[in-house]
């Protein structure tokens, strides 16, 4: 679920400065991008890495009794 908060967070940012970017920058683009932005770099190493580590988890119990043998 973080994952999909992340990258909507991100996503918003670049839609938000899509717009700003056609309409002159607006106040209320500069900050919604800011805020979304920042949301998403604080949000997503989070979920990124424990996948990254569950995965490897999940990798070395499926190898561990092959090694065993």
């Known amino acids: 679920m973080a994952q999909r908060v992340g990258y909507g967070a991100l996503l918003t940012a ?3 400065f ?3 970017l056609v309409s002159d920058f607006p106040g209320w683009s500069v900050v919604v991008t800011m805020a979304t932005l920042t949301a998403a770099i604080v949000i997503l190493p989070v979920p990124i890495v424990l996948g990254y580590g569950v995965r490897a988890a999940e990798r ?10």
Request: neutral net charge; glycine residues 12%.
């Open 18 to 20: 899509g717009v700003g």
């Open 60 to 69: 070395e119990e499926r190898q561990a009794p092959a090694s065993r043998s």
């Open 14 to 16: 670049i839609v938000a």
